[in-house]
């Protein structure tokens, strides 16, 4: 009985030693990259969440600022208002955030841009696999979204700008690429319309939005009376439908 317990005690050290020893260890790792210059890159927080012991990581909301536009004729004016349907995602890790890259099907564009930004920053590269794109289709990236990183799951969102939703569609105000593969979000929630089976359109942040008092007065948030008045304000019309 005396040697069991020895036995046990002898177990019972050695487990702890053990223990102390990696928790030093983790410790001492922990201090290590605290002190490291990638600080806050997603290698930097799969290998703190490690080091924790986590399986992992939510990064909090994003603070994405979102381009302005004086007037819904100034945004008419600088982008693309188009009504589109979101048919795929996939999220990837870029060096400090998740970014989601949607595909659309375009459903109509009810008007182009009348003027060019020529210091506008240019649309990424889209991930290869997404490509090539079918006859009236675009990608869009949006921050936010769930990735795995090294054995890490990794999740990011943006409040004010909500994730969109397969199979809905949406009046966007975009800036396409030359070839109209990528398209930029640039006015992010201030440019994002749902609309419903009634083609009634709801802004995806209704805080944010500069334009809802606008569709709401003028076109009565009228999907079909906002489609009629770009008629009869472009000579020829440039409403286009898409399949």
Known sequence: MTKLLAVGATLIFAALVFFGILSFQDKSKIDQLERSPDRGKLTWR??????????????????????????????????????AEPIYKRSYASTYNIETWYKFRLLEELSSPTTSCGDCPKPGDPPQELLPLKPGEFLAPKFGGEAIVDGINITSSDQSFPDFQLGMRYLLLVQFDSQKIVAILRLGPRGAFTLDANEKIRPMNVDLNPFRDRLSQQFGNSLPTLRHSLKQATSPPVAQRYG
């Open 46 to 83: 799969v290998q703190m969440a490690k080091a924790k012991g986590e399986r992992a990581v939510n990064l909090g909301a994003n603070i994405v600022e979102y381009a302005a536009s004086p007037s819904f004729e100034d945004a008419l004016a600088n982008y693309s208002l188009v009504v």
